[in-house]
């Protein structure tokens, strides 16, 4: 089984699938609502425990009743954990249209920057290490000792801060927002800008599939029925299939399908779905 290790934000969802956005009164009704698991690398990891791996996650929670349900959701989806506590745990609230766009709210409590946890053991056997730059300082210690292991590391880069940026010094792969893209000039300006970095770099663009030095590959057909941590799960498989020995555009290609079949059924799939997605040709409705 290979081993992957995913570095940074876990926080719990809110979830409310709401009748009708934008509201036009002070009170809109909800469908359907439920509690999941948030946050960038959380979410990657539980995206890589389904697809198959053993998915490791290095994070941070409050020392409280819902930092322990987090861990507990987190553990039950085949995630092994290492967290560093602080005083609260975060939490977002996630408004999903009838559409399936999601908007997020999260609230960010401060939790410790040190990473205390030992590099050695947590990077004993990983195929492939994930970055976000939610716990940044933790993530370039974490990406510089990798890379001196010769271990491929993965960032998912999603916005303009230096901090964010620091993780493209250790990073082999780094695939990137178009939210991102449109700070930066564009996606070509934005590709160029990371190729420079002698990185592997690709852009996400959601319904428009993923671009990368060299080509774009399209998205797959689906219903939509929720797009919510669709970037994180993308980046979970990618990282994966990285880790399994996969070149940059067969795993963008994984990837993407995963992607698909995350927004179709609105949770992760497991590697059998996507095999089964794959072979009926990679469209339809779920």
Wanted: hydrophobic share 45%; charged share 20%.
């Amino acid at each position: 089984m290979v081993k992957v290790l995913t570095v940074g934000w876990a926080n719990l969802d809110q979830r409310f699938y709401i009748e009708e956005f934008p509201p036009s009164q002070s009170r809109t009704g909800v469908r359907a609502y439920r509690e999941t698991i948030g946050g960038p690398a959380a979410v990657a990891a539980v995206a890589a425990a389904r697809l198959g791996a053993e998915a490791h996650l290095v994070s941070r929670r409050g020392e409280d009743a819902m930092g322990e349900r987090l861990q507990g959701m987190l553990e039950a989806e085949g995630v092994k954990t290492h967290f560093q506590l602080g005083s609260a745990t975060p939490v977002s609230a996630v408004l999903v249209t009838p559409e399936g766009e999601r908007y997020i709210f999260p609230y960010r409590p401060a939790l410790p920057e040190e990473l205390v946890l030992s590099e050695e053991r947590l990077l004993k056997g990983v195929g492939a290490v994930l970055l976000d730059g939610r716990w940044a300082s933790a993530g370039y210690g974490l990406g510089q000792a990798a890379r001196a292991r010769g271990i491929p590391v993965v960032l998912d880069l999603d916005r303009d801060r230096d901090e964010d940026w620091m993780l493209t010094q250790v990073a082999t792969h780094v695939v990137a927002s178009e939210e991102l893209a449109q700070k930066k000039g564009g996606v070509e300006a934005l590709l160029a800008q990371l190729q420079a970095l002698e990185v592997f770099a690709a852009v996400t663009l959601g319904a428009e599939g993923v671009a990368y030095g060299g080509g774009q590959l399209a998205a797959h057909k689906v219903h939509v029925r929720d797009t919510t941590g669709a970037g994180d799960v993308f980046h979970g498989a990618f990282t994966l299939a990285i880790a399994e020995g996969k070149g940059s555009v067969e795993a963008l290609e994984f990837a993407t399908a995963v992607a698909a079949l995350h927004c179709a059924q609105g949770t992760p799939p497991c590697r059998a779905e996507v095999g089964v997605f794959l072979e009926g040709g990679g469209h339809g409705l779920l």
